[in-house]
């Protein structure tokens, strides 16, 4: 496994150039990107096989953020193990912009699926699962679905195709942050036991801490081992890792107001002072 400092820090890594992306646009999906972050760096610092100088390489694994409007956090995370520059996160949602809103395959390296449509990026998913063993290959897929998104039908349908068709080389996760567009998941639709529930549907399914990096790993390297298609159900927090994104109301989508702007750089510079006093414990030998 992946050494745990590395991850880590390649976990705050991300959050600190999530955050500052949204920040130079003023606006954006902040609570689900920052709920995902430790997911993307389990995935791309341990799991995936992928290789940013070649994003086409054929034998590398894929990922398909089905709640595309987390994208600010995928794209934050290809920029940080060397898909493009972290420049270019400066450009999120301008005019012309190669990093809009949503995941955008035909404008970003290392974006499988164009996502934002809720439900149809775990169907894309399921197809590529399916249509890698067809042709003989080993390639894993991965997909991340909201709990929100799971009010979709189509994510159900899938989950059946996904069981019935007994793709072992699928693994779901799923960003239970309990929180929504319009509200708790609980005040709009539901979600009861999500492990049962993708259990009934012929999953593997197991609840997993959602900001404990190194839990994760560990979760999937016991997917990529089952016999069967698994699922991930990682309890999050919608803002996790940012007080005044967590404690936010309406954190779905924020558009930054003097207090905001001044609250977000603070938590910048706490994630930058937290990773140099990393660096310098590692260059000391005192490794934390």
């Not at 080993?138 to 059946?160: I, R």
Request: glycine share 10%.
């Amino acid at each position: 496994m992946a050494q745990e400092r590395d991850l880590k820090r390649l976990a705050q890594t991300i959050r600190r150039l999530t955050l500052m992306e949204l920040l130079h646009a003023g606006y954006g999906h902040f609570g689900g990107s920052l709920s995902i972050v430790e997911a993307l760096a389990a995935l791309y610092g341990h799991a995936m096989k992928v290789d940013p100088a070649h994003p086409d390489w054929e034998d590398r694994d894929y990922f398909v953020l089905s709640k595309g409007h987390a994208a600010p956090a995928l794209y934050a995370t290809l920029a940080a193990v060397g898909f493009f520059p972290a420049e270019r996160l400066e450009t999120l949602n301008a005019n012309g912009t190669k990093l809009p809103s949503h995941a955008d395959r035909n404008k970003v390296e290392g974006v499988e699926m164009t996502t934002g449509s809720m439900g149809q990026g775990i169907s894309a998913a399921a197809g590529m699962a399916y249509g890698l063993r067809v042709a003989g290959k080993s390639n894993q897929v991965y997909c991340l679905v909201g709990d929100g998104e799971l009010n979709e039908g189509q994510c159900w349908e899938a989950t059946q195709f996904i069981a019935h068709q007994q793709l072992t080389n699928f693994v779901l996760l799923v960003d239970d942050n309990k929180r929504q567009l319009d509200g708790p998941t609980a005040d709009i639709c539901q979600t009861f036991d999500l492990v049962a529930k993708f259990e009934a549907f012929g999953l593997a399914a197991e609840l997993v801490p959602g900001q404990d990096v190194m839990a994760i790993a560990a979760a999937l390297d016991r997917a990529r081992e089952a016999k069967r298609p698994t699922c991930l159900v990682l309890d999050t927090i919608k803002g996790a890792g940012v007080d005044f994104v967590a404690n936010a109301k309406d954190n779905h989508h924020l558009r930054l107001d003097g207090a905001g702007k001044e609250a977000i750089a603070q938590a910048i510079s706490l994630l930058e002072a937290e990773l140099n006093l990393d660096v310098a414990a590692v260059e000391e030998g005192t490794d934390r």
